[in-house]
């Protein structure tokens, strides 16, 4: 049995269970829109391991009869509000929630599609990239700073060719440094911020599923693709296939990181260089999907029914990173 934790308000959870229901393969959805009302989840630790019961409004399973979890996490804007409690209580008891149902999750013995500890290498971006380059991987010149002189000096090296991001794993939308931002650079002084050269070419997104890998090649104008709309650019998407080396290199990462599922963020430079940016924890693979026809979903299926891979035989033993 496999059991999908998310909310059918979110697109990719959607999918997923649309794609079980395809494919026929047995599933229970915990509504995370709905959650906790109308849900009961009970276990104890047996050797490490828990053991007890998740059980729904017409249904229970047992935590060993799962083969595969997949879980993708709602903000507080997409539950249902509890009797009462206050809105400004809310979030935090959502929060404490989720974190409960995380950590029975972390210590599963099936395979969970993506446990919280692995994750957590996307809230730092600077640690993410060591880790990358451990796997050969090549990353950005980049530059974590609160000295506003360090930051032109950044600038100014790269001949002006630079962006600017998120450090954590809050989405932000990628941007170049240009005069406006640089005015504003003496606001480093109350944080530090991500610089990183700006590399040419076209994107390139990879996403790893157990043993099995899906690259897509994105081709716009717009320094951040997937707000091309907003910044007046097009987009062009296909299926792509990687350099031997280079989806080896994914699938090692994937699993030196311990996630099932990733979504890799690449630029194929006009020399044919591979430079990575990030890898996160749960894609919304679904927009790449629709635009390439890939069976990413499928996939995923098929994982989260086995419950293993060559790349991940032994759920029980995924590294924390």
Request: proline share 7%; aromatic share 10%.
């Amino acid at each position: 049995m496999i059991l999908v934790c998310g909310g059918l308000a979110d697109r990719v959870t959607e999918l997923v269970c649309a794609r079980l229901d395809a494919c026929r393969y047995p599933y229970r959805l915990l509504d995370f829109g709905l959650y906790p009302a109308g849900y009961e989840v009970a276990w104890t630790w047996e050797g490490g391991c828990p053991r007890g019961t998740i059980a729904g409004r017409d249904w229970s399973l047992a935590l060993e009869e799962l083969s595969g979890v997949y879980v993708r996490y709602l903000g507080p804007e997409g539950r249902v509000a509890l009797p009462g409690i206050t809105d400004d209580l809310a979030p935090a008891l959502f929060a404490e929630y989720d974190a409960a149902f995380g950590l029975l999750l972390e210590d599963m013995p099936c395979l969970v599609v993506n446990k919280l500890g692995p994750g957590l290498s996307n809230h730092s971006k600077p640690y993410q990239a060591l880790r990358l380059r451990e796997c050969g991987i090549r990353t950005p010149d980049t530059l974590v700073t609160t000295d506003a002189a360090a930051a032109r000096a950044f600038y100014e090296e790269h001949d002006g060719a630079v962006i600017y991001k998120s450090l954590s794993g809050v989405r932000s939308i990628v941007r170049r440094l240009g005069p406006a931002q640089l005015e504003r650079l003496p606001l480093l002084a109350h944080g530090p911020a991500q610089f990183q050269a700006f590399v040419p070419g076209d994107n390139v997104r990879v996403h790893t599923v157990g043993d099995e890998l899906f690259a897509t090649r994105v081709r716009s104008e717009a320094v951040d693709y997937r707000y091309a709309k907003r910044e007046g650019a097009e987009m062009e998407m296909e299926a792509f296939e990687l350099p031997a080396t280079v989806a080896e290199s994914c699938l090692h990462a994937s699993r030196a990181l311990g996630l099932p599922l990733a979504g890799i963020d690449f630029k194929l430079t006009p020399d044919g260089e591979y430079v990575c940016f990030e890898v996160n924890p749960s894609p919304g693979f679904l927009f790449y999907e629709q635009y390439t026809g890939q069976p990413i979903s499928e996939a995923l299926a098929n994982l989260l029914r086995v419950g293993r891979s060559s790349a991940f035989p032994h759920p029980q033993e995924y590294v924390h990173g």
